[in-house]
């Protein structure tokens, strides 16, 4: 069992910088896939990134927030990140992190576990 819980967003002007946190509770985090998704209002959840268990050597990311978007992670502190430079008001969303042993797939049935959210706001 895996509890995840999302830290780190709020209100930001386009163009600025956030960074995300999502720390996992339990001793298996580096044997997980990591992603990030996330749920605008009025709209159905996507995939953002993931991110490879162990060294997290393989990301993956949306079309959308290549440019911009990092996701890192530290097994150590069984965290995983997700930074976001040069952000729009389309960026807007609820975000959530996911973890997952089936792969590094796009969609949300890929993953086991959930965190609660947390809400980014980018204003124009």
């Known amino acids: 069992q895996v509890q995840l819980v999302e830290s780190g967003g709020g209100l930001v002007q386009a163009g600025g910088s956030l960074r995300l946190s999502c720390t996992a509770s339990?001793?298996?985090?580096?044997?997980?896939?990591m992603a990030w998704f996330r749920q605008a209002p009025g709209k159905e959840r996507e995939f953002v990134a993931v991110?490879?268990?162990?060294?997290?050597?393989?990301?993956y990311y949306a079309d959308s927030v290549k440019v911009g978007f990092t996701i890192s992670r530290d097994n150590a502190k069984n965290t995983g990140y997700l930074q976001m430079n040069s952000l729009k008001p389309e960026d807007t969303a609820v975000y959530y992190c996911?973890?997952?042993?089936?792969?590094?797939?796009?969609?949300?049935?890929?993953?086991?576990?959930w965190g609660q959210g947390t809400q980014v706001t980018v204003s124009s």
């Open positions: 996911a973890a997952g042993r089936s792969g590094l797939g796009y969609t949300s049935g890929g993953y086991d576990y």
């Open positions: 339990g001793r298996t985090f580096s044997s997980y896939a």
């Open positions: 991110i490879s268990w162990s060294a997290g050597k393989t990301t």
